[in-house]
C-alpha cells in the first residue's frame, strides 16, 4: 500500500465558467472560459484564443478525486492558474473575480470529504483589497493563498506586497508562489520555451527579488510561503549568486545577509521531474523544506503524483515521509 501523499500544487477551473465579459463589458479582459469537448477534454481560452488542452478533472471533481485515488494521493490542494488572476484588471474588477473564483474554488472542493482543499487567490495589484479578500477567504474555508511572483514590474520586495505577505503572516495565511506572465517575449515563442526556460527563471527571480530586496529581513520569520517548481532556477544557480554576494557590493542590494542565510525561510515543491534536480533540492533546503507538488491536471505536470519522491534513491523512511505528507500538514495546518 502506498504511503499517503498529499499534493500542494495543483489547479482547477469551474464547470460554470463566470461571464466576465457581460458584466465589465466587452473591452475587459480577456477572460478565461472552458471549450468542453463532450469527451472528458476541453480547450482552456484566453479570450478567443487557445491557451491550453485539458481534460475533466481540471473541473469536475469527481474526475479528480478518481485521479487522486489512482494515485495514491489522500489530499490534494487546488488554485487558480495564474491567467486568472486578473492583476491588470482595474483593482475592484480583480476584487471581484478573486472572491467569485475563491467561492466557486470552495464550491470544487465541497463535496470532496476533505480531499481537496482550495487556496484562495487576491487581487495583488491594491494590496488593501487584497488583504481584506484574503481575510475573507480564509474565514470561508480556504486553507492558503496563491500569488503570482510580480505584479506588473512590482517584484516581491515591493514595499506594498511586502505588506501583503506581513499581513499573510498574520492571518497565519500560507503563501504558495506561482510563477506566471514570463519574460522573453517573441525569443522565447518557441518549443513552449516560456515554460521550460522562463517559467523555472521568474521563479529564481522571486526568490531573489525576496532575498537582496531585502524582503525577508522585513518580514516575520512566521511567515510561511512556498515557491512552485522546485524554486525554479534558485537552487542550481545559489552558489553563483553566493560567490556574487560576497565579491561585489553591488551584488547585495538590501540583504543583511548572504543568500545561504535565507534557505530556512522558505519551502519548495517537488515539481522537477528529476531525480538528480530533487537532490540537489534536498541538498541545498532539505527535506523539511520540500512538499510533494503535480502541477496537475496540466500536461506538464507529474503524471503519476508523488512517484519522484516515492522513487527517489538515497532519501531516508523518515525524510521521505515528511516530503509526501508531514511537511504539508504542518505548513497548511491540515488535520
Known amino acids: 500500500m502506498l504511503e499517503p501523499c498529499i499534493d500542494i500544487h495543483s489547479h482547477f477551473f469551474p464547470a460554470r465558467s ?3 465579459s457581460a458584466r465589465f463589458g466587452a473591452g475587459s479582459g480577456p477572460w478565461v472560459t472552458i471549450t468542453d469537448h463532450g469527451d472528458g477534454t476541453g480547450m482552456m481560452m484566453l479570450g478567443d484564443k487557445p491557451f491550453r488542452p485539458v481534460h475533466a478533472a481540471l473541473w469536475d471533481p469527481n474526475a479528480r478525486v478518481a485521479e487522486l485515488d489512482a494515485a495514491g494521493v ?4 487546488v488554485c487558480a492558474t495564474p491567467v486568472m488572476f486578473a492583476y491588470s484588471a482595474p483593482a475592484a474588477q480583480a476584487a471581484y473575480v478573486a472572491s467569485t473564483y475563491n467561492e466557486l474554488a470552495l464550491e470544487f472542493v465541497a463535496a470532496s470529504g476533505g480531499r481537496l482543499r482550495a487556496l484562495c487567490q487576491v487581487p495583488l495589484q491594491d494590496v488593501d483589497l487584497a488583504c481584506r479578500e484574503l481575510t475573507r477567504a480564509m474565514r470561508a474555508g480556504c486553507v492558503g493563498v496563491q500569488i503570482g511572483n510580480h505584479v506588473g514590474a512590482r517584484e516581491l520586495d515591493d514595499p506594498d506586497i511586502v505588506r501583503f505577505l506581513a499581513h499573510c503572516a498574520d492571518e497565519a495565511a500560507p503563501v504558495l508562489v506561482h510563477p506566471w506572465d514570463m519574460f522573453g517575449g517573441e525569443r522565447l515563442a518557441r518549443w513552449m520555451a516560456a515554460w521550460t526556460v522562463a517559467m523555472p527563471a521568474e521563479t529564481q527571480w522571486g526568490i531573489v527579488s525576496m532575498i537582496l530586496g531585502g524582503a525577508f529581513d522585513r518580514l516575520p520569520e512566521s511567515l510561511r510561503i512556498c515557491f512552485a517548481h522546485g524554486g525554479g532556477s534558485f537552487p542550481y544557480l545559489l552558489g553563483r549568486l553566493e560567490n556574487a554576494w560576497h565579491r561585489r557590493d553591488i551584488a547585495r542590494g538590501m540583504s543583511r545577509h548572504p543568500p545561504s542565510h535565507y534557505l ?13 534536480a530533487l537532490r540537489l533540492l534536498v541538498d541545498t533546503l532539505g527535506a523539511d523544506h520540500i512538499m510533494v507538488g503535480s502541477d496537475a491536471p496540466f500536461p506538464l505536470g507529474e503524471a503519476d503524483i508523488g512517484r519522484l519522491v516515492r522513487e527517489q534513491p538515497d532519501l531516508s523512511a523518515a525524510a521521505r515521509s515528511a516530503m ?6 504542518i505548513f497548511f495546518r491540515l488535520e
Open 74 to 77: 489522500g489530499v490534494q490542494l
Open 324 to 329: 509526501l505528507h508531514h511537511n504539508a500538514k
Open 264 to 276: 530556512r525561510r522558505f519551502h519548495v515543491d517537488s515539481a522537477v521531474f528529476d531525480r538528480r
Open 18 to 20: 463566470p461571464d466576465f
